[in-house]
């Protein structure tokens, strides 16, 4: 954790989505996916074990540190699991709660077996929410195969909001079906008004290939500083293969109609052929 440059005898992969969290803290959700592919494991009456130490912190530009949580994780795969282990990972979803600023998140991580270990940094920035008059979180995304991956949540925020665990890449093959969550924060009073909320996919021509909407009430916040959750699903079946970005959009509906928007890029590949399929 305290080495100046990641480690990668232990390949991992990141993502990291922020919401609202205990004011005037962000929470920040981090997924960790760890490759599996040359994980030492031990047979034990016919599952595969290992233990995986689990270490997250944080550091701000003026150099403070905030300890995350460290969690031990016991794995034993059956067989059939293993495989799917070795092929896509295995994933750890947890949180920290941080104040307003730009951090470095560092992951860590060290297996039992052999002692090999692996670290990555992430960059982010936690907003004040309640700073403007719409502020939005992080865009979290899922997938249907997402859940491929063996997945442990020591800490998800998101577990019940997401109907599969947050993705850390952003690549899925166009036979896939995308969801994803964000909330829309709304400070602008108590005088009653509407919001508008709406989430669009565009290729790289320009051209919309998904797009959805919705208004939501002042009313379902009961005159109180909260959030409005936002949730979509997108179908990728027939979509070519390509760049294509998402771009999530709220407005307050009166006044002077604030509006606050993030977009997130990611990428359709077509899926891999079938052994034994003819060229």
Do not use: C, W
């Amino acid at each position: 954790m305290s080495s100046p440059l990641p480690v990668s005898t232990l390949p991992l992969a990141l993502a990291a989505s922020v919401f609202k969290g205990p004011a005037p803290n962000g929470s920040v959700v981090v997924s960790t996916l760890i490759g599996a592919r040359d994980l030492p494991l031990v047979e034990k009456n016919g599952t595969f074990h290992n233990d995986l130490e689990v270490a997250l912190m944080a550091i701000s530009q003026s150099g403070k540190t905030f300890a995350g949580d460290r969690n031990t994780v016991n794995l034993a795969f059956k067989p059939d699991t293993l495989t799917r282990v070795r092929a896509a990972g295995f994933r750890v979803l947890t949180s920290i709660d941080l104040p307003p600023g730009r951090y470095q998140l560092r992951v860590a991580v060290r297996e039992a077996n052999d002692k090999r270990a692996g670290s990555i940094f992430y960059d982010v920035d936690v907003p004040d929410f309640s700073k403007d008059p719409l502020t939005m979180s992080g865009i979290a995304i899922t997938s249907a195969t997402s859940g491929v991956a063996p997945t442990v949540r020591p800490k998800d925020p998101l577990k019940d909001l997401l109907p599969g665990p947050m993705t850390t890449y952003r690549d899925f093959v166009n036979q896939d079906e995308l969801a994803l969550f964000t909330e829309i924060y709304d400070n602008t009073g108590a005088q009653a008004h509407k919001v508008a909320l709406s989430a669009t996919v565009k290729a790289e021509g320009g051209q919309t290939i998904f797009q959805t909407r919705e208004e939501r009430d002042s009313s379902e916040l009961a005159g109180q500083s909260g959030g409005y959750g936002f949730s979509a699903r997108i179908p990728l079946k027939d979509v070519a293969p390509g760049l294509y970005v998402l771009r999530v959009e709220a407005q307050a509906l009166s006044g002077d109609r604030p509006l606050v928007a993030r977009e997130v890029t990611f990428r359709v590949s077509a899926p891999p052929p079938r052994r034994g399929a003819s060229r």
